[in-house]
């Protein structure tokens, strides 16, 4: 595709259940971001991956977040025991490289948890 | 570590006239910096970005932004406002090899007819 996609738009949830967000990059770009952007406030960092590792995942804020990117292109953040609190939009970017180039970002998953 | 201030929640202004949104960062290292502007329902584009060589960056839709490492700011203006330049734009600042964007609480722009 043109650009980033992320599916699905809008999740809605109960608390306590599992839910799998997916992000499928641009063609090519190596660098993939996930970021999380609550109300009111700019997107915050959660994870990258360089290829298929894991490059940093200082930004996940507890255990019940994992992200995986078994092939190097698509990847999917799971978050496991969903609280209210994780209500928010999930942004998804790549790049060509992590260390330089433009990071090019999909619209986002909303997710709500009831 | 890296940080983003934007001053303020949101901005109003008239069609045709200035429009100044106001970053300014903090940074041990020399920073890479970035507007970036979200359109309702919309992804984040980019809008421009500093990466250590000229100090003053056109970018798109008439937007620029000057750095100033004196003043650790990076302020994007553009000389008249157009209806469809109202969204939420966000500065953010990446350092070296450390590839995550830091983004400020971005500043919501409203331009009245």
């Known amino acids: 595709g043109a650009g980033v996609s992320q599916t699905p738009s809008n999740k809605v949830t109960e608390k306590g259940k599992y839910v799998e967000l997916r992000c499928d990059p641009i063609?090519?770009?190596?660098?993939l971001y996930w970021y999380r952007q609550s109300l009111g406030q700019g997107p915050e960092f959660l994870i990258y991956f360089q290829g298929t590792g894991a490059a940093d995942d200082s930004g996940l804020p507890n255990d019940r977040f994992f992200a995986v990117r078994p092939e190097g292109s698509v990847s999917t953040l799971k978050i496991q025991r969903t609280e209210r609190g994780d209500s928010a939009v999930y942004l998804c970017?790549?790049?060509?490289?992590?260390?330089?180039?433009?990071?090019?970002f999909g619209p986002g998953t909303r997710l709500t948890v009831l | 570590a890296q940080s983003v201030t934007q001053l303020g929640s949101h901005v109003s202004v008239s069609e045709g006239a200035l429009v100044l949104l106001r970053c300014n960062y903090s940074?041990?290292?020399?920073?890479?910096l970035f507007w970036y502007v979200q359109y309702p329902n919309q992804g984040l584009q980019l809008l421009l970005k500093?990466?250590?060589?000229?100090?003053l960056v056109k970018g798109i839709n008439g937007f620029e932004a000057e750095f100033k490492k004196s003043e650790t700011s990076f302020h994007l203006t553009k000389p008249s406002a157009h209806m469809s330049d109202a969204a939420e734009y966000f500065c953010?600042?990446?350092?070296?090899?450390?590839?995550?964007?830091?983004f400020g609480k971005g500043i919501t722009l409203s331009v009245r007819p």
């Open positions: 063609s090519g770009h190596t660098a």
């Open positions: 970017a790549s790049s060509i490289l992590a260390s330089k180039g433009e990071q090019f």
């Open positions: 500093y990466t250590s060589a000229a100090t």
């Open positions: 940074s041990s290292v020399p920073p890479y």
């Open positions: 953010a600042v990446k350092t070296g090899a450390n590839s995550k964007l830091t």
